[in-house]
């Protein structure tokens, strides 16, 4: 879902508005390294995970577990699907496969 901690600020405070008091700037320095870079504040870093994802799985995010909810899951279904690809490109893949004489 996120490639940057400052991307689950918005989200938060969404979900849990007092978590971080609203204050984008010092969740910023706690978790995103914020330095005032060239073209203005730089929030690409990150810092202080191991407490956020604390913060992430012990009080926001919703684990299941397969065991919990295999009950409520359908019958694994294999199937085997034909697909007709031209000589030509059928060369290609063996090739790129190393499967090519």
Same mark, same amino acid.
């Given at each position: 879902?996120?490639?940057?901690? *400052?991307?689950?600020?918005?989200?938060?405070?969404?979900?849990?508005?007092?978590?971080?008091? @609203? =204050?984008?700037?010092?969740?910023?320095?706690?978790?995103?390294?914020?330095? =005032?870079? /060239?073209? @203005?504040?730089?929030?690409? @870093?990150?810092?202080?995970?191991?407490?956020?994802? *604390?913060?992430?799985?012990?009080?926001?995010?919703?684990?299941? #577990?397969?065991?919990?909810? #295999?009950?409520?899951?359908?019958? =694994?279904?294999?199937? /085997? &699907?034909? &697909?007709? &690809?031209?000589? /030509?490109?059928?060369?290609?893949?063996?090739? *790129?496969?190393?499967? @090519?004489?």
């Amino acid at each position: 879902m996120l490639n940057r901690p *400052y991307e689950a600020f918005n989200l938060l405070q969404m979900i849990w508005p007092d978590i971080f008091h @609203g =204050k984008f700037t010092s969740f910023t320095k706690r978790y995103c390294d914020a330095k =005032k870079g /060239k073209f @203005g504040m730089d929030y690409s @870093g990150a810092t202080n995970l191991w407490e956020l994802n *604390y913060i992430l799985t012990s009080h926001i995010m919703i684990w299941w #577990l397969k065991k919990d909810v #295999l009950t409520e899951l359908p019958d =694994k279904i294999r199937q /085997k &699907v034909n &697909v007709d &690809v031209d000589s /030509k490109q059928l060369e290609k893949i063996q090739e *790129y496969l190393g499967q @090519g004489e």
